[in-house]
């Protein structure tokens, strides 16, 4: 498997059109975060969506003949995708509990759900981290003095927006979903898609300060 920041860096280095080189750069800073992010769809009407109005070309662009190198850094970056997919069988999803994403026709829908997934394990690992510490240090110090060493996680924007729309009621009743008394996520059938806690935890996240 070919390294995508390896290609990046090759394909870069034979682009003469400076506005070429600028839309390679859009498109990998773009698979970086999503890849940042947990996911493993690297389709290309998946990133072109994401980066549409951040100079990633669009997907007619990317599957012309002349957006072979577009092409070349994606099938890359799809590479890495399907290994992080591949070591998440049986650990991540051991029930194929999420294997109803891939029918989620509008890939914009898709790709949330996706971030969304991605955003709770990484959520959840750190809970664990937080349960595992046995002895907690209490800072003396004054608000100002301790509050400008606390480091809160650095979202950006369009991670944001994908959590609003994941709990937004618009989007749940386009699925046929509804929120549960203790924050889960049920189908029309009432059968849990997402368990107790994760409306609540995604609202927390969403109460922090973004910057």
């Known amino acids: 498997m070919s390294d995508p920041h390896e290609v990046y860096e090759a394909i870069l280095g034979q682009l003469k059109s400076a506005r070429s080189r600028k839309s390679l750069e859009a498109l990998h800073t773009v698979c970086q975060e999503h890849h940042g992010a947990g996911a493993v769809d690297f389709r290309i009407a998946t990133i072109a969506k994401l980066g ?14 002349s957006g072979e190198h577009y092409r070349a850094l994606i099938d890359a970056w799809q590479a890495v995708g399907k290994e ?3 070591k998440n069988k049986g650990y991540a999803d051991p029930a194929g509990e999420h294997d109803w994403v891939d029918d989620v026709a509008n890939p914009t829908h898709r790709y949330l759900i996706l971030d969304l997934i991605a955003q709770v394990r990484r959520l959840r690992a ?20 301790a509050a400008a060493e606390i480091q809160l996680p650095n979202f950006l924007g369009h991670e944001v927006d994908a959590l609003k ?32 806690g994760f409306v609540d935890v995604i609202e927390k996240v969403l109460s922090l300060d973004h910057g």
């Open 165 to 196: 729309e994941a709990i937004s009621d618009d989007f749940l009743k386009r699925q046929g979903w509804a929120k549960g008394e203790r924050g889960s996520i049920k189908d029309q059938n009432d059968k849990v898609i997402f368990r107790n």
């Open 126 to 145: 750190q809970n664990k981290g937080l349960a595992s510490i046995t002895k907690l240090e209490i800072d003396c110090r004054s608000g100002s003095e």
């Open 84 to 86: 992080r997919k591949e």
């Open 52 to 65: 549409a109005s951040r100079g990633v070309p669009s997907p007619q662009t990317i599957r012309n003949k």
